[in-house]
């Protein structure tokens, strides 16, 4: 309970310092099916407007030859992470610290940038990192991706550090972008390129590839051997 009432305190406090308005929620204490008990995670409902529906950007991949750019700032927090939930059946430790004035200066990106018709898709940072959410891009635009990594994969790929958001750009747009993260003070960095049939991964300690169609056939496949289980 205590874990409970601190989630939605550190909500609160988000809400409040963002501007959103909390339109719903919901939250089971004890519904369980045998000895497995749900965790008492808050479900939040929100709301937020869109002033030119035209400006709405999806996460798929539209084209190839886009720029991948990473903006915010990456650290190795894998605690509470998809990584360690997947791999090591752990949910445990100290999760990626929220920066409330970090979410907001991103935001102030995300928005300007769509706004003005500088990004083409983008897709936030959170469950299972960089990985995730660029297989999820790959696999909504039919289109591979690859990632040049110049620092440690690891983290790279998995870290769930809060405030982070994957963008792609078209080259023209590239620079424009790039400025606008460094006026609003937000980390950025160019991470690959879209385009092919695979997910793609060059970094110094490891390269390796998968074809798209071999993602999605896993990605298809979750539900049903959940169910057949």
């Not at 990584?83 to 928005?111: F, K, M, S």
Request: hydrophobic share 45%.
């Amino acid at each position: 309970m205590w874990q409970f009432s601190e989630a939605v305190t550190g909500l609160a406090d988000a809400c409040l310092t963002l501007g959103v308005p909390v339109t719903g929620g919901n939250v089971s204490f004890y519904n369980q099916t045998g000895e497995t008990a749900i965790l008492p995670t808050p479900v939040v409902g929100v709301l937020g407007v869109i002033n030119d529906v035209h400006t709405h950007l999806s996460h798929g991949l539209p084209a190839d030859d886009l720029t991948l750019i990473v903006l915010g700032e990456t650290k190795a927090e894998f605690d509470g992470s998809e990584w360690a939930h997947v791999v090591h059946a752990h949910l445990g430790g100290q999760p990626p610290q929220p920066d409330l004035e970090a979410e907001r200066q991103l935001a102030e990106v995300l928005i300007s940038a769509a706004t003005e018709g500088m990004v083409s898709a983008a897709h936030d940072l959170s469950d299972g990192g960089l990985a995730q959410a660029v297989v999820e891009m790959c696999l909504r635009g039919n289109r591979g991706a690859t990632l040049n990594l110049s620092g440690d994969a690891f983290t790279g790929l998995w870290s769930e550090s809060v405030a982070r958001a994957v963008v792609a750009v078209t080259s023209e747009q590239s620079a424009a972008l790039l400025a606008l993260a460094q006026q609003h003070g937000v980390p950025a960095a160019v991470m690959g390129t879209s385009g092919g049939t695979s997910f793609v991964v060059n970094a110094p300690d490891v390269t390796f590839s998968i074809a798209v169609d071999t993602l999605r056939e896993a990605h298809m496949a979750t539900l049903p051997a959940l169910f057949d289980h």
